[in-house]
Every structure is written in structure tokens, then in C-alpha cells.
């Protein structure tokens, strides 16, 4: 269990410390060729933190900072957050019409952008209503009327001490990119971002300052923004930044930064892999001692040829944007068992309960995950959420778990990714993980599809690796695959090819869109 004072400010935590300690020389940020220090990341901060502070930004007021994964856009969620402002990172994908629906439900200040992304702020402009100052930043040569990042920070005050915020004060929000629906504003204090490096990443990944972590997750994901600021500031650590991460970029930044561990989604990884099955020739990626993976269930094929080809372990974990980061993983030092998520992590409880009683079940027995710890699922202005997704003080994500007898919990599906059959449940990303082994497929995504008799079927969506089988025969294979592996009422009674899957901005597959095609 973690106890911060009832003072205390995140970037005193992440940054100060490390200056007033005299870690200020050690390297904050890599970036293409670039090395920000501790002292340079510390006074980066405080410039545009007293920039923010000129133009009016008050303590809680929130600010949008959308950038792709570059410097700025640490610089400003630190700034915002050391003058106790709330930092709303944004997806570089959202369209005009849905920033304008998420700065319009936070009722956001100001908006910091990169210059290669402000055409949609403008076009959202018009209809935001509470935004008064946008700040623009790069060096694109984008013609615009707004601040300019560069000559706010040039002309401030390089000193700044940390707003003295309450631990329980706000400091994040994260919008939900969610499958259905409106956007949710996810909310988290000064305590939990801090709660995230001391629970799941102080025990399972043991960081030392000489981490370098690095990868593809996009900063406005909970995921990247634990992997990619939280955890190296937290431990004094370093973090490699990577613009649009192709594989071949990613495996360059291992070289060139020395990255030790490595986050990002299991079709970032399968991507490295069908690049570079047998580990890259062309890039020295000795320095690399884990990889980690969340957003979709990582399959134990993935783990196994990355393990063979790259020699290091894909730690699997499950978290949300509401509970902040990963609250099930196995440990770097542990046994891994790559056919469950693994344990609760330290500080958090997890049990499994009956998702129409609420009733808690036995080991063995699959129904919907609960868990209780240092983060929480809640809302921005939505109480009426909070009922649906908390129970006795317990968040339930909506997944479906079981926890083995070994205390390992395993997943199922999402709640809304069981598939329905002639009364049989069926999980279709478990299926998903067995047609996965198919030498045929590149990716693949389940969901059920109405049918007179059976109430619905499995359907497989497939997109085939490079290869001459015809599709008849390959369907034949897929089917008598799964039903060689699972229980035969698991196979797919339908197989359709398609050229790509659709997926969110953080790369999770949309079943969403696949369910409601199927039941249109
Ligand atoms: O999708 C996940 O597993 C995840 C992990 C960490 C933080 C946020 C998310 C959504």
C-alpha cells in the first residue's frame, strides 16, 4: 500500500526531486538526436508552466495538449500539472467533431497543439466554448494566428515552484476512446499517476535509473502514458520518444537510445515479427531486457516467437483508462504462464463475481472481474456512470475473467465478447488466439453473428498472411484447427477475408463495428 502526503504536487515527484537530489544531468528524453536532461526537462516546464500562468490558466482549470509522441508533449502535461491545472491528453486521429465534444464536456481552457495537427483544432474552434488561448508548437512553417509555443517559453521566468496541490486534487483526464458510445472523461489525481509507478511497475518491472523505456503506445493512451512518462520520471529513469513508430524505427531507437523495455501492443510486436521473424540483422537490440504489452490479450503464440526471435519476455497485463495502468501482470522475475494475464498487482485486489447476482464466484469459475486498489474507475461530471461501473466500492472494467486455481487469472472476453451459441459460451478472443496460430493468418478478430437456429454463430473476420492457399481449403484448415484445439462448438461456422481490421486510435480491434455489421 502506497501513503503520499496530503501535499504533494506529481512533477515535484517526477522532475524536482531528481534536480534537488542531484540526478540533473542524467538524461530525461531521448529524441531523434537529441538528449533532454533532468535540469532541461525541469526548465522546459517551469517556462511554459509560467507561460500558462500569464495567459490566465488556473489552478484546476484543464488544458489539452495534443501532440504525437514528441518532448512537447511531456513538457506540457508536466506544465499544466506543476501550476495544478488538469492535463487532457489528446489523440492525434480525434476529428474536428469529436475534439469538440470532448474540450467542450471538460470545459477546457486552453489548448497546446503541434502545428502538424492544429487543422482539426481550427475547425473545432468555432463551436468551442470554453477554450480562451491556443498555443501552438513545431517548426512546420503552419501558417496560424494563434501563440506561439517557442516565443511563450523563450520570454518566461525558468522558475517555478510546483503548485501546492492535495494529493486527491486532479491532474489527468484521459477520454475513453470507448467501443460504444460517447467519449468518457477518465479522472485521475496527483496520487494515482504516482500510485501507477509504485504498484504495478516498482514490483513487476524493477526499474533502476539506468532504464531506458521506449516503444509505440501513443502518450493520450493510459497505457503509453504510464510506459512512457510516468514509470522512467518515476524512477529517474530515461524515455525514448519515436514519432510514428514503423518497426524498423522502433528496433533504430533500441539501437540508438539503448532501450531496455520496450511497451507496445501485441500487433506492435507481431508487426516486428513479420518484419523481422528471426530478430533484426540490421539493428544491435542487445540492450533490450523485456517487453510489455497490453490493449488486446497477447496470445501465447506471439509470446513464444518474440521469446525465440528477440529473447526477452512480452509481460502481458490488463489495465483501463479509468483504473490508469495494468492491475493484473505477471513480474519480470516471475514465472510466466503466457496463457493468463497473471496476478493482481501489488496494492490492488481482483476476484471474480457472477455478472447477474454480483455474487462472488469460486476459483475455476469464469464471470465478471472486480477490482478494488490505489486507482478507481470515475468519471468526469458523469455520477450517473458510476453506479454502472462500481460496486461496493469495487470498479468492474466489464471483462471476463476466471482465476485459476494456481491464483492466476486468466481471461475470457470482454462482457460483450462472449458469443452466444446454442447456449454455449464462447469467447472470442479465445478463439481468436488459436486461429491466430494458423501459418495462413496475419490477424484476426471473432464476434457473433445472428443465426435462425443457433441464436448466433461464430464469425471470423480473417486477414491472410501472404500465402497461395486457396480460400476454401484455408477455411477448411482454420475450422478443423479450432476444432482440433478447443471444443469443437468453438469453431468458426463462418469465416470471412478482409484486407484489414478495424481498430481504434490505440490499435485495439473494433469488434463493436464487426457485431453491429453482422447484426445490421
Ligand atoms: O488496455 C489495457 O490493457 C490498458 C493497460 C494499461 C493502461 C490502459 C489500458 C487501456
Not at 24 to 53: M, P
Not at 64 to 92: D, H, T, W
Request: charged share 30%; proline share 6%; hydrophobic share 35%.
Amino acid at each position: 500500500e502506497q501513503h503520499y502526503p496530503k501535499r504533494i504536487n506529481v512533477v515535484d515527484e517526477l522532475v524536482d526531486r531528481h534536480v534537488r537530489e542531484g540526478r540533473g544531468d542524467n538524461v530525461a528524453i531521448y529524441f531523434e538526436d537529441r538528449e533532454i536532461t533532468y535540469s532541461e526537462l525541469q526548465e522546459q516546464v517551469n517556462r511554459l508552466g509560467n507561460a500558462l500562468k500569464d495567459l490566465g490558466v488556473e489552478p484546476g482549470d484543464r488544458v489539452v495538449a495534443r501532440f504525437p509522441n514528441r518532448p512537447e508533449a511531456i513538457v506540457s502535461c508536466l506544465a499544466i500539472q506543476k501550476i495544478g491545472g488538469v492535463a487532457l491528453p489528446s489523440m492525434k486521429l480525434l476529428r474536428a467533431k469529436e475534439l469538440e465534444y470532448i474540450i467542450n464536456n471538460a470545459e477546457a481552457a486552453a489548448v497546446i497543439v503541434y502545428d502538424g495537427l492544429l487543422e482539426e483544432v481550427d475547425n473545432a474552434l468555432p463551436n468551442l466554448d470554453t477554450v480562451e488561448n491556443v498555443i501552438v508548437a513545431g517548426r512546420n512553417g503552419v501558417d496560424h494566428d494563434h501563440h506561439s509555443y517557442d516565443d511563450l517559453v523563450d520570454a518566461a521566468d525558468p522558475e517555478l515552484e510546483a503548485h501546492d496541490t492535495e494529493r486527491d486534487d486532479l491532474a489527468l483526464m484521459l477520454y475513453t476512446s470507448g467501443t460504444t458510445g460517447r467519449p468518457k472523461g477518465a479522472i485521475h489525481t496527483h496520487q494515482n499517476i504516482l500510485a501507477t509507478a509504485d504498484g504495478y511497475a516498482r514490483y513487476c518491472l524493477e526499474p533502476t535509473e539506468d532504464d531506458v523505456f521506449g516503444g509505440n503506445p501513443p502518450l493520450p493512451f493510459a497505457y503509453g502514458y504510464g510506459d512512457l512518462v510516468t514509470f522512467p520520471l518515476r524512477f529517474g529513469a530515461s524515455v525514448s520518444l519515436v514519432e510514428d513508430a514503423s518497426p524498423g524505427d522502433l528496433l533504430d531507437a533500441v539501437e540508438a537510445h539503448g532501450i531496455t523495455i520496450l511497451a507496445s501492443i501485441p500487433t506492435g510486436f507481431n508487426q516486428i515479427l513479420e518484419q523481422y521473424p528471426d530478430g533484426p540483422e540490421e539493428y544491435d537490440v542487445s540492450s533490450l531486457r523485456l517487453g510489455l504489452s497490453a490493449g488486446e490479450p497477447l496470445t501465447p503464440t506471439t509470446y513464444e516467437n518474440f521469446k525465440s526471435a528477440y529473447g526477452i519476455d512480452l509481460l502481458d497485463g490488463i489495465g483501463t483508462t479509468e483504473m490508469l495502468h495494468i492491475f493484473i501482470s505477471h513480474r519480470h522475475d516471475g514465472e510466466i504462464d503466457p496463457s493468463a494475464t497473471g496476478f493482481p498487482v501489488p496494492g490492488y485486489e481482483c476476484k471474480i463475481i457472477d455478472p447477474d447476482t454480483g455474487e462472488d464466484l469460486e476459483r475455476g469459475e469464469s464471470g465478471l472481474l472486480a477490482v478494488r486498489g490505489p486507482t478507481g474507475m470515475e468519471y468526469w461530471n458523469r455520477p450517473d456512470k458510476q453506479e454502472e461501473v462500481t460496486q461496493d466500492g469495487w470498479s468492474i472494467p466489464g471483462d471476463i475473467f476466471v482465476q485459476r486455481e494456481d491464483g492466476r487469472f486468466e481471461y475470457k472476453s470482454r462482457s460483450d465478447d462472449l458469443i452466444i451459441s446454442s447456449g454455449y459460451n464462447i469467447p472470442g478472443p479465445e478463439v481468436e488466439a488459436v486461429i491466430e496460430e494458423h501459418d495462413s493468418v496475419s490477424e484476426v478478430a471473432v464476434v457473433g453473428s445472428p443465426d435462425e437456429q443457433r441464436g448466433e454463430i461464430v464469425k471470423a473476420f480473417v486477414v491472410r498472411a501472404e500465402d497461395e492457399t486457396d480460400e476454401d481449403e484455408l477455411i477448411g484448415e482454420i475450422q478443423n484447427h479450432v476444432k482440433n484445439t478447443l471444443a469443437p462448438y468453438k469453431y468458426p461456422r463462418s469465416v470471412e477475408f478482409c484486407e484489414s481490421l478495424p481498430r481504434t486510435d490505440t490499435g485495439k480491434i473494433r469488434r463493436t463495428e464487426l457485431r453491429e455489421q453482422e447484426h445490421a
